[in-house]
């Protein structure tokens, strides 16, 4: 890789004494339900700053279906949900956080109820789902399918109410501000404000996933990675950039975006099949559609390539037609949109990119390996995931560590008596005088090498292409001094995808969500063994745990 990469700290010019400087005992980067959850708990200590690209609203939560995973039922316990996300990840997730998640878990659903939040109930029994990899019915949910939607606006009102809080939207997060080695706070520009400088004695990452690197995404535009790219500037470490989940189940209509199906369809009982109508999961795994998703996503592929068909169905007759539309009151308006009579139609479906596994790597506090840096949610690589996410597990990671990030980031606020000030930092890049750019064209360039070279299935070969390219691209894209978010974000997912493709080279075997057509077994060597990558001044530093 060209040297551009690594050299260049920051993605634009500022000196502290030429902006608007601001100051917050706690700064969130993202307005999800992680930085939300965190944002609530930090107030507790002190003023929080909640800054957003977009609206608060805007977020991969928002577009989250299915539910939250929480031991509820009698029948269920503790030790069984553990297992299950131990089973799905595949060797690679961390005991501790798991444990962590599933035993606060019911809390945090107690607090989302208190708060508000409304789940779906028959009398005052909370109405549980089954989806792919859980031994148990576990599933709560919101509104049939917009659970997501729901917790959002959950904790947007609270926040929204807590007088400790304030919430920048339409502001976006340049870079992390270094201050001897310890974040500082953030770079932003505000589309109405220009650019600020936000000090905090703490900041928290929880800019969600990356899901918008790929051509095929159920993420909406705002998933570009940029959280993962300001780490890697900063110099923290990341974890496990290898490991992307693709969800099984999107609606295919030549020429419209993709929109999930929830997993929960098929766990109410819907087939996959193909234009024959033939079911073709029981082929591929004992647990049929409720395999884990990494096996559903594989077999669908396997299918579309052996039929050279451009896609796969999804039979929802079996749960009948009156239950499937009070279920899944949203999927069923979306079908509706799109002309297909679900009573007599199955829906065509294929993969798509959903949730980004690896991360910011964080310790059991969710603190970062930059010292006044933590991260929660999708952006974080806590340990709970593994090589393969366990369905639902995100919005439950979501509320229990952003609780954790929060109360952590606000006791030590509360405890640093320092003086609230700005440091001598600056950035005094100078802009390329090379060639203007069609910025748009090397985004959606990117996203399809992605999607080909480093997306259900790898090949050693392939992702070496894909490095090239990114390089290619790098010399032209990556030392351009942009003034505008769309610029900045796509030199986000330059690095990004960069990190991913070496990542995905380096781990020469398949595990969970990663598969290696080249090496196509498990390696146990690797078990328990994480990669690592890491921004030095010189070159990306990528290497395996011990």
Known sequence: ???????????????????????????????????????????????????????????????????????????????????????????????????????????????????????????????????????????????????????????????RGTENIRVFEDCFAIDLIDVEGRCGGATTYHRHFGHQIFWAKHTILATGGTGQLYRESTNPEVATGDGHAMAYRAGARLRDMEMVQFHPTTLYVAGAARTLISEAVRGEGAHLVDRNGRRFMTDYHPNAELAPRDVVSRAILSEMAKQDATCMFLDTRPIGTERFRKRFPSINRLCEEFDIDVSTQPIPIRPAAHYMIGGVWVDEETRSSMPGLLACGEVASSGVHGANRLASNSLLEGLVFG?????????????????????????????????????????????????????????????????????????????????????????????????????????????????????PELDPRLDGRHSVCQRTQDALRLEFSE
Not at 148 to 155: D, I, P, S, Y
Not at 482 to 510: I, Y
Not at 512 to 519: E, K, S
Request: glycine letters at 8%; a neutral charge.
């Open 1 to 159: 890789m060209t040297e551009l990469y690594e050299t260049r700290r920051y993605l634009t010019r500022f000196d502290v004494h030429r902006v608007p400087n601001l100051f917050v005992d706690v700064l969130v980067i993202g307005s999800g339900v992680a930085g939300l959850r965190a944002a609530i708990e930090a107030a507790r200590y002190g003023s929080v700053l909640v800054v957003c690209k977009s609206r608060v609203d805007n977020s991969n939560t928002a577009w989250a279906q299915g539910g939250i995973a929480t031991v509820t039922a009698p029948t269920d316990t503790f030790e069984q949900h553990i297992a299950d996300t131990l089973t799905v990840g595949c060797g690679l997730c961390d005991r501790r956080p798991v444990e962590r998640i599933v035993r606060d878990g019911p809390e945090r659903i107690r607090e989302l109820i208190d708060w508000g939040g409304i789940f779906d109930q028959r009398g005052r029994k909370l109405l549980l789902g089954l989806e792919g990899g859980h031994s148990a019915p576990r599933i709560i949910h919101a509104l049939g399918d917009a659970t997501g939607r729901e917790v959002a606006n959950t904790l947007i009102r609270v926040a």
């Open 403 to 519: 609780a954790v990030a929060g109360r952590v980031a606000g006791e030590a606020a509360q405890q640093d008596h320092s003086p609230n000030q700005p440091r001598p930092v600056h950035s005094d890049i100078s802009p390329s005088t090379r060639t203007m750019l069609d910025v748009d064209d090397v985004r959606n360039s990117l996203r399809s090498v992605m999607w080909r070279n480093a997306g259900i299935e790898r090949f050693g070969p392939r992702l070496t292409e894909t490095a090239e390219i990114i390089q290619f691209w790098g010399q032209y894209v990556m030392d351009k001094l942009f003034d505008d978010q769309r610029g900045w974000e796509t030199q986000n997912m330059l690095t990004v995808s960069r990190l991913m493709a070496a990542s995905a080279l380096k781990r020469e075997e398949s595990r969970g969500a990663h598969y290696r057509t080249d090496f």
